[in-house]
T-cell receptor, first 117, second 117 residues
Framework: GAGVSQSPRYKVAKRGQDVALRCDPI?????LFWYQQALGQGPEFLTY????????KSGLPSDRFFAERPEGSVSTLKIQRTQQEDSAVYLC???????????????FGPGTRLTVL | AQKITQTQPGMFVQEKEAVTLDCTYD???????LFWYKQPSSGEMIFLIY??????QNATEGRYSLNFQKARKSANLVISASQLGDSAMYFC??????????????FGDGTTLTVKP
């Protein structure tokens, strides 16, 4: 596709519900990144994939957060038993990965705004 | 650990004037990339400009230039001829090339720029 897309754009969940957030990276991009952005702050790294391999998940806040990218393209970030502190915008980004070098520019999707009541 | 500091929570500039947004970083890595992103109220992160740690020339992209001073660990963004559409939040970010931080980006807390007519 032309850019990174994310769905849904907005999600309201009751505390304790499970949610799944989807990211479609730019076609051909090897690396995919998830970030959490709280209101008024910069994005915080959660996890990243190179193809289907999850190379770093050090930023996931707890074991309630799980990300996958089974075929090396679309990725899903799942949050189990949501809590109010999970309310944030979840941003997905992709880049060419190895082809562009590990510091290649990341291109971001529009984000999913999650509100946990 | 990597850290990005943006000391200006908010900045004002008159339309058509130039403005500098400050960014300092802290890292023990020798090879890294520095980025600036723009985030308008719509929420999407828009890539503006990139500087590699070994690049000797300061990066420029249209009205954007990056004033890179490696010894001072600063990477300030200069926007020339400000336009009303430049009003947004601006984030400085860094990605390391090697080591345990390789590939993941660290962001500052951002600077809100308001362009006055």
């Amino acid at each position: 596709g032309a850019g990174v897309s994310q769905s849904p754009r907005y999600k309201v969940a009751k505390r304790g519900q499970d949610v799944a957030l989807r990211c479609d990276p730019i076609s051909g991009h090897v690396s995919l990144f998830w970030y959490q952005q709280a209101l008024g702050q910069g994005p915080e790294f959660l996890t990243y994939f190179q193809n289907e391999a999850q190379l770093d998940k050090s930023g996931l806040p707890s074991d309630r957060f799980f990300a996958e990218r089974p075929e090396g393209s679309v990725s899903t970030l799942k949050i189990q038993r949501t809590q109010q502190e999970d309310s944030a915008v979840y941003l997905c980004a992709s880049n060419r990965g190895l082809a562009g070098g590990i510091t290649d520019t990341q291109y971001f999707g529009p984000g999913t705004r999650l509100t946990v009541l | 650990a990597q850290k990005i500091t943006q000391t200006q929570p908010g900045m004002f500039v008159q339309e058509k004037e130039a403005v500098t947004l400050d960014c300092t970083y802290d890292t023990s890595d020798q090879s890294y990339g520095l980025f600036w992103y723009k985030q308008p109220s719509s929420g999407e992160m828009i890539f503006l400009i990139y500087q590699g740690s070994y690049d000797e020339q300061n990066a420029t992209e249209g009205r954007y230039s990056l004033n890179f001073q490696k010894a001072r660990k600063s990477a300030n963004l200069v926007i020339s001829a400000s336009q009303l559409g430049d009003s947004a939040m601006y984030f400085c970010a860094m990605t390391s090339r090697l080591g345990t931080n390789a590939g993941k980006s660290t962001f500052g807390d951002g600077t809100t720029l308001t362009v006055k007519p």
